[in-house]
């Protein structure tokens, strides 16, 4: 059981299932959302449970993804593929578990979009998209 939330606590969360495909994204959107590259992971939805919901806002930042983040604080917490039948997942900030989850990025992906102020120097493998 993996245990998360936003910095104000105002919304929680309950991971029952695995952490699975770890991936760092430098896409546009996701440096803009978080101010760096987003550190994800993907969780089945039928894992999740939230708690203050009433403090969760989503925002459809293209036609294929909402992304979700406290109405009071701010916090960038998750990303949602909006065709449930295809993606039956749902992507949580690794910032945002309130313990060490004891695994590691998979990838870098979208990195032909990576900010110029930061260079990738690890192994792991590198996506154009």
């Known amino acids: 059981m993996y245990k998360g939330s936003c910095l104000c606590g105002a919304i929680k969360f309950e991971v029952s299932g695995a952490l699975e495909a770890t991936d760092a994204c430098h896409c546009n959107q996701c440096r803009k959302w ?71 990025l998979g990838q870098h992906i979208y990195v032909a979009e990576k900010g110029d102020y930061y260079d990738i120097n690890d192994d792991l493998p590198q996506n154009e998209h």
């Open 34 to 104: 978080t101010g760096h590259f987003l550190a994800s992971a993907e969780v089945s939805r039928a894992s999740l449970l939230i708690e203050g919901e009433a403090n969760l806002s989503w925002y459809h930042s293209s036609e294929k993804v909402r992304r979700g983040f406290c109405s009071q604080c701010g916090s960038s917490l998750f990303f949602d593929p909006l065709d449930k039948e295809k993606h039956h997942w749902i992507g949580i900030a690794l910032g945002s578990f309130d313990k060490p989850t004891g695994t590691n």
